[in-house]
C-alpha cells in the first residue's frame, strides 16, 4: 500500500484549473522533493492531501485512507506543516507542543523543541516569536509522536543554517526508519541534497518524476527548466 496516493485528482476554483489529472504513488519510506514553479498546484496539492482541501474530482489517501471522506482517520497519520502555518499565539511553544501531544498521543517533547533549537525559547508566547521560530514551533509539532507521513510545504524556509541542518538529518533519519517525507520547496539545491525522489509540477500536471541520483550535479535545475518550457508551450494559446 502507498503511504501518499493521488488517484486522478482535479481541483478548480471556479473555472480556474489549479491541478488537473494528477496521479502520483509514494511508497513508505520515501524521501520525496515537490517542486514547480509559482502557481503550479504544490500547495494546492498538500492542501488536500492534508485534508484542508477536497478534491474537485479524484481521491488523496494517506495510508490507504481519503482525505475527504475519512479526513480524521486521515489526520492521525499525518504530520504537516503548511505554507502559513496557523499557531496558538497566545500559548508558549511548549504548551502548544504539549497540546498537540495530548491529542495525537505520547511524544517527547523536550527532544523535539531540541531539534528546532527552541530550548531556550519554548517557555515565551508564540505571538513574541520571528516567522523563523514560527516555522521551528510547527515543524515540532509536525514531527511528534512520529507520524507515518510527515507533509513539509517550504517548511525549511527561514530556519538558521544549524536548526535547518539538524531538521535535515532527523527527516532523513525518519525516512531511514520507515516514515514518509514529501518536501515541498523552491530550492532546488534542497531537494537535492535531501530527497531521493523528485516530482515536478507545472500548470497542474505532474511533468517530471525522477530518481535524485540520477539527475546529476546540474540536472535538476536542466531538468526544471526544460519541462517548464515544455509544459507552457503546450498550455500558452497559439
Known amino acids: ?50 485534508g484542508l482541501l477536497r478534491p474537485t474530482e479524484g481521491r488523496v489517501l494517506v495510508d490507504g485512507i481519503d482525505t475527504s471522506s475519512d479526513p480524521l482517520e486521515a489526520r492521525k497519520r499525518l504530520g504537516a506543516v503548511p505554507e502559513e502555518p496557523a499557531l496558538y499565539e ?24 531540541e531539534l528546532t533549537g527552541l530550548g531556550r525559547d519554548a517557555d515565551r508566547m508564540i505571538r513574541e516569536y520571528s516567522q523563523g521560530m514560527r516555522r521551528k514551533t510547527a515543524l515540532a509539532a509536525a514531527m511528534l509522536g512520529n507520524p507515518s507521513v510527515l507533509v513539509l510545504d517550504e517548511a525549511l524556509n527561514g530556519l538558521d543554517p544549524p536548526s535547518a541542518a539538524r531538521v535535515k538529518g532527523a527527516l532523513r533519519q525518519a525516512v531511514d526508519n520507515g516514515q514518509t517525507v514529501l518536501l515541498s520547496t523552491h530550492v532546488i539545491e534542497t531537494v537535492q541534497a535531501v530527497s531521493d525522489r ?41
Open 1 to 50: 500500500m502507498s503511504a501518499i496516493h493521488f488517484d486522478g485528482v482535479r481541483k478548480l476554483y471556479g473555472t480556474v484549473v489549479a491541478v488537473d489529472g494528477v496521479d502520483l504513488s509514494i511508497e513508505a519510506g520515501s524521501f520525496v522533493g515537490l517542486i514547480g514553479h509559482n502557481g503550479a498546484g504544490k500547495s494546492t496539492c498538500l492542501r488536500m492531501l492534508m
Open 90 to 113: 497566545y500559548l508558549t511553544a511548549r504548551e502548544f507542543l504539549e497540546f498537540v501531544a495530548e491529542v495525537r498521543g505520547a511524544a517527547n517533547i523536550t527532544a523535539e523543541l
Open 198 to 238: 523528485v516530482v515536478m509540477l507545472a500548470h497542474g500536471q505532474v511533468v517530471a518524476d525522477e530518481q535524485t541520483a540520477s539527475l546529476g550535479a546540474e540536472g535538476l535545475e536542466k531538468l526544471f527548466l526544460e519541462r517548464l518550457a515544455e509544459s507552457t508551450a503546450r498550455t500558452d494559446p497559439p
